[in-house]
């Protein structure tokens, strides 16, 4: 496809939102700023109790299509919202604190085009709350099959990008509170692999109040929960599949942290 076809592709954009007044305008003026200029982006507000709804209202963005929770509701249910009010070719991710390098999609719709892959990452470093750096780049394979996954998320949620095509009708079960863009990941990776373009191009959001390395361990009961819930199977299996990544967790932030 010729460059400026290319161009004419429709990407969604799907942006869970909740109290994230601080970060929220930067967030959606990373997508607006991207040289790929056709997109929607779909913001889910789940009940936020500050000020980023009026923020959000407040940047009039023409391309934008906002959804509000009535009730507190989750991620998970907010992504599936996204989802399933998509229209774009290609869906991609960003949380309401995290940004994009300007030549992301563009640069990540080549790659996806030019080898016919349907899913697809890239690599992206960390920064803190005031938006400067911390030194770490998150690497990862380039190639990520299912079996893969079920070792560990080896991607993060706002560099992944996939054609809709390829899963229509994608979406995850909604009593995942934790993980569930790891849910989606598995259940792409069925249908497909996972190839990550190999370049920085977007930055995670290192925010004071994330999960500290005690509540980690915490969280163990989430990943058994999200494998019983995904693939029905019993509590023991689940348990097992989560310890193997728990290993693979470890494993995977000694290669592919930099």
Not at 29 to 52: A, P, W
Not at 62 to 69: E, H, K, R, T, Y
């Amino acid at each position: 496809m010729e460059p400026n076809k290319l161009s004419q592709i429709l990407i969604s954009v799907i942006v869970p939102v909740y109290n994230d007044e601080l970060f929220i305008k930067e967030t959606l003026l990373s997508i607006t700023n991207q040289t790929h200029k056709n997109t929607e982006i779909i913001v889910v507000n789940d009940c936020s109790t500050d000020n980023s709804l009026n923020i959000i209202n407040s940047l009039k963005i023409p391309n934008l299509i906002l959804f509000s929770n009535k009730t507190r509701k989750g991620a998970a249910y907010s992504r599936n919202l996204g989802i399933r009010n998509a229209h774009g070719e290609y869906i991609a991710f960003l949380d309401g604190d995290d940004l994009w390098k300007q030549t992301k999609l563009e640069e990540q719709l080549k790659f996806m085009y030019e080898n016919k892959y349907s899913f697809s990452s890239t690599f992206y470093s960390l920064i803190d709350e005031d938006g400067k750096s911390l030194n770490k780049t998150i690497n990862s394979p380039k190639l990520i099959t299912h079996r893969r996954f079920l070792q560990a998320c080896y991607i993060g949620c706002l560099t992944a990008m996939y054609k809709r095509s390829i899963y229509p009708d994608l979406q995850i079960p909604e009593t995942i509170e934790k993980r569930n863009d790891y849910a989606l990941w598995l259940k792409l990776s069925e249908k497909t692999h996972c190839y990550a373009y190999p370049k920085v191009l977007a930055n995670y959001r290192k925010r004071t109040n994330s999960i500290s390395s005690g509540r980690k361990k915490y969280l163990f009961k989430y990943h058994v929960f999200l494998y019983k819930e995904l693939y029905k199977c019993s509590s023991l299996k689940a348990f097992l599949l989560s310890l193997r990544n728990v290993f693979y967790y470890f494993c995977k932030n000694i290669i592919f942290t930099k």
